[in-house]
């Protein structure tokens, strides 16, 4: 009898019935708790500021094209086609299991919850506390009850912490309708998941591809680069995207993070991979989870994309509280370097 108690299913080439993993490559998050403590209290983590001010943007209601405002960390508001849509939403002062400790964040959200417009829908890419914020679903799903699409097994965590929410969940690949005429294709992803220490591995973690009429946005999710395989699988199936949203931060040290994590430069290979027309840099600058700056994603960004020969205003690093319309330039076609 499986022990996994988010999800029961069977097994696949990433679902062996009890944990999922990365096919083909070693298993993310399997570090002792000694290479932890060892890595916690070596002091290599860099000082990051205890706060960066904001100027927090306040949305238009809809949007007929594609806008994308940053919130924080991978928190996105997407408003695409009149539909909005909110990307691993965190509002909470901390990304933890435990209210007063666990990593805090130096800026505040972007938009101020109250000024939020309707959520149609949430994404969701996996269940680490940096992405998944019971709370925050809560206050959501009280005020707008959007339609929550996630990996496998999430769902549970979900429905567990959200009364009455509404969850679909799905493998990699699975379509989700998340309003009229906009889905999400769930895409595979180098990481892993987990909420407490014994539950490692037993709900999936994925992207989200948004396909809408006014172009296709997708949100990467956390993940390595691996074998880079993934990455062309995206391409072949769903095609060359209008905008991606690739992290770019919580990457050193990298003994560690490599199977988890890309680094900027890595973050760049995924972009040329895919083909996107255009790019915004996540997963930085927020909460600190790593030992780099806190200012090293967005310089180095900067630096592989000018060794890479790509106009820097193509791929650029979100700033908190700053809307990026982002559909493609005239005249270009998608995917053209």
């Known amino acids: 009898m499986t022990r996994n108690r988010y999800y029961q299913g ?22 002792s708790l000694g290479a932890v403590l060892k890595w916690r209290l070596s002091g290599s983590a860099a000082r990051w500021p205890r706060s960066v001010p904001v100027d927090t943007a306040r949305p238009d209601a809809r949007v007929a094209g594609i806008r994308v405002t940053m919130v924080g960390h991978a928190s996105l508001l997407v408003q695409a086609a009149g539909v909005n849509i909110l990307t691993d939403p965190v509002w909470s002062p901390r990304v933890s299991p435990f209210r007063h400790i ?7 959200p972007g938009i101020a919850f109250d000024d939020l417009p309707p959520i149609d829908a949430v994404v969701l890419s996996h269940g680490h506390y940096d992405h998944l914020d019971i709370d925050t679903l809560r ?15 999430n769902d549970t965590i979900v429905r567990q912490g959200v009364a009455g929410a509404r969850c679909v969940a799905g493998d990699w690949w699975a379509r989700i309708a998340l309003a009229e005429g906009v889905t999400s294709t769930l895409t595979p992803a180098c990481h892993w998941s987990n909420r407490w220490p014994g539950d490692a591995r ?30 062309a699988q995206v391409r072949d199936r769903l095609g060359a995207p209008d905008v991606a949203l ?46 780099e ?16 020969g790509i106009p820097a205003q193509r791929f650029v690093a979100a700033e908190v509280g700053h809307a990026y319309d982002l559909a493609p330039p005239p005249g270009t076609p998608p995917g053209t370097l």
């Open 10 to 31: 069977p097994p696949s080439d990433h679902f062996d019935g009890e944990r999922f993993s990365n096919p083909g490559l070693p298993p993310a998050g399997n570090l």
């Open 102 to 108: 666990g990593p805090k964040r130096v800026t505040a």
């Open 139 to 153: 206050r959501l799903h009280a005020r707008d009850a959007p339609l929550m699409a996630m990996p496998l097994g």
């Open 202 to 231: 037993m709900m999936l973690w994925a992207g989200h591809w948004l396909d809408s009429p006014a172009g296709s946005v997708w949100f990467v999710g956390d993940t390595g680069y691996g074998d880079g395989r993934i990455f």
């Open 246 to 291: 690739i992290p770019i931060g919580a990457y050193e040290p990298r003994a560690l993070m490599t199977a988890q994590h890309v680094d900027p430069a890595e973050a760049v290979r995924i972009f040329r991979d895919v083909g996107a027309a255009r790019a915004l840099g996540i997963h930085w600058g927020t909460f600190q989870l790593t030992d």
């Open 293 to 308: 700056p806190r200012e090293a994603p967005r310089d180095d960004l900067a630096h592989a994309l000018a060794a890479d």
